[in-house]
């Protein structure tokens, strides 16, 4: 198979920079796309050239397939990266790149099929004797044998739809009395979400970790892990902040969930950068819960411990060449990842769009900021409101987490909200510094990680420090010298405010 020698980067913002980074350090040419509402975005800018794509909204642009497979042909790049989102994970895009002669850096069409609607991907793993959570494989025909299947199994059961991800038209159901109204409701989320309303049921997992395994394969039949993530820090089922490894892996399930995630991958042919998302639970048993044909948002920790680049190796391997390691690298050190957001987190983590007046960016020892914007930009309302990931290294967690705080503090981001002081609240709580954080640390500890204050406590604060203040002001006052010409008094001038003239 020829090399590489120009990249079409079907992406935007960070990952898109991310991308074309290892694409130079390669002498691989660059060509980026862009849409009416980035003209000037950074991406546009790092890219060697770039092709407008139509529209602001996704789906008239970067979406299209047609426009971005036209783009690629007219720059005469021979492969096209997808980033993470957008049509990383679309088949029928994989299918048209290879029917346009380009290839296609990731996995074949037919891995992507295989996982991506969750029975199918339930079905091929239970097949490939991957552990799955227990429940159903088929959607069922009918509301009475859903309602069966769930009694038998016995509440809590979480009703799933099949053709989903992400936690849409995903219902707990904790009494069999709520079950219709939940299978109702989870059917027809389902079918707005995604059009096709089958729904299935799994046991319910109470308090679950999200650990997440990286996998990655040749096209030789080479398939290995690259250790795990923990991923549990998650906010709407939108991850806030990622570490490796896990606290809560020991090294024997550590080998045992790699295993299993290789066994995942080539159950389905797998080629390139993949993810084994599992759910374990408090007995430490894991499950298989999806798999992310993708590179992840959330790489560039495996990159901190494994020293490796994984956008570097999906080249190679969209090249044909063969894995350059033969199994998982010791895990070395300890990185976190957080996202920073333009969101205002006191208002519900509202998006904050809008032009970034003044930027300073951490850096020093082991910090990395894998950032798509600039200062004067203007963050537009269209896309995903990351503005960058901010990740480091350290030789273990407790100093990752130092260094994170350190980087963190650094950061200086005018002209927009961003969920900055939000982070540090979480990486000082003490149980995420603890390590056992489950999937519901973050929904649970909401209104201490955004400093809300119980009133009634406020108010008892406010009026201690009140009578204190005055006790204090009083013996000041008593031991001032009298001042001139009034007797003895101060001039009716309140004893607080006198305190204040003497400092
Ligand atoms: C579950 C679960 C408990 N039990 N399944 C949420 C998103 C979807 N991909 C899977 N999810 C869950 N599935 C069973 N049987 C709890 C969750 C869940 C969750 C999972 C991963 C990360 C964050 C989460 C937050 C809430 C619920």
């Known amino acids: 198979m020829p090399k590489i020698r120009k990249v079409l980067v079907a992406n935007r913002g960070e990952i898109a920079i991310r991308v074309m980074r290892t694409c130079k350090e390669l002498g691989i040419a660059t060509a980026a796309v862009y849409s009416e509402a980035d003209r000037s975005a950074l991406h546009v800018r790092t890219a060697d050239q770039a092709y407008f794509v139509g529209?602001?909204?996704s789906r008239e642009s970067y979406l299209v397939q047609q426009r971005i497979i036209d783009a690629a042909k007219q720059a005469g790049a021979d492969a096209i990266h997808p980033g993470y989102g957008f049509l990383s994970e679309n088949a029928s895009f994989v299918r048209a790149c290879e029917a346009a002669g380009i290839t296609f850096i990731g996995p074949p069409a037919s891995a992507m099929d295989a996982m991506g609607e969750k029975t199918r991907a339930r079905a091929n793993m239970i097949k490939a004797g991957v552990p799955v959570v227990p429940g159903s494989t088929e959607p069922f025909a009918s509301l009475e044998e859903a309602r069966a299947y769930a009694e038998k199994i016995g509440c809590p059961v979480m009703l799933k739809a099949a053709g989903g991800g992400g936690g849409k038209g995903m219902r707990k159901v904790e009494r069999i009395a709520d079950f219709d109204s939940s299978w109702r409701a989870a059917k027809s989320e389902a079918m707005n979400a995604f059009g096709n309303d089958a729904v299935y049921i799994e046991k319910y997992?109470?308090?679950?970790?999200?650990?997440?395994?990286?996998?990655?394969?040749?096209?030789?039949g080479n398939t290995i892990h690259l250790n795990e993530r923990e991923c549990s820090a998650q906010r709407r089922h939108q991850k806030v902040v990622e570490e490796t490894p896990s606290p809560i892996l020991t090294p024997e399930m550590r080998a045992k969930m790699g295993e299993v995630a290789v066994k995942?991958?080539?159950?389905?042919n797998y080629v390139g950068a993949g993810t084994v998302e599992f759910l374990v639970d408090v007995?430490?048993?894991?499950?298989?819960?999806?798999?992310?044909?993708?590179?992840?948002v959330e790489h560039p920790v495996t990159e901190w411990v494994t020293?490796?680049?994984?956008?570097?190796?999906?080249?190679r391997a969209a090249e044909g060449e063969k894995l350059p390691l033969t199994a998982a690298p010791e895990p070395r050190g300890h990185s976190i990842e957080v996202r920073v957001y333009a969101e205002d987190p006191s208002r519900n983590f509202m998006p904050s769009p809008g032009k970034i007046t003044y930027l300073r960016v951490p850096g020093g020892p082991n910090v990395r900021d894998d950032s798509g914007v600039f200062p004067g930009y203007t963050v537009?309302?269209?896309?995903?409101?990351?503005i960058s990931k901010l990740s480091v290294w350290a030789p273990t967690r407790r100093e990752a987490i130092a260094r994170t705080q350190r980087a963190l503090s650094e950061y200086v981001v005018k002209g927009i909200t961003t969920n900055i002081r939000y982070l540090k609240?979480?990486?000082?709580?003490?149980?995420?510094?603890g390590g056992d954080y489950d999937t519901s640390f973050l929904t649970r500890e909401h209104d201490t990680l955004?400093?809300?204050?119980d009133a009634k406590l406020s108010e008892m604060a406010l009026l201690a420090s009140t009578v204190h203040a005055y006790q204090r002001d009083q013996k000041r006052a008593k031991s001032l010298p009298a001042a001139s010409g009034q007797g003895g008094g101060n001039g009716g001038v309140s004893p607080w405010k006198l305190a204040l003239r003497r400092r």
Not at 450 to 453: F, K, Q, T
């Open 380 to 386: 537009p309302n269209f896309y995903d409101p990351m």
């Open 264 to 268: 995942a991958a080539k159950a389905v």
């Open 425 to 433: 609240a979480i990486l000082a709580h003490p149980e995420f510094i």
């Open 283 to 296: 007995h430490r048993n894991f499950y298989f819960l999806e798999m992310n044909t993708r590179l992840q």
């Open 55 to 57: 529209p602001p909204p």
């Open 205 to 220: 997992l109470e308090k679950p970790h999200h650990v997440e395994i990286q996998v990655f394969a040749d096209q030789h």
């Open 307 to 315: 020293g490796l680049d994984l956008v570097a190796l999906q080249i």
């Open 450 to 453: 955004l400093g809300v204050e």
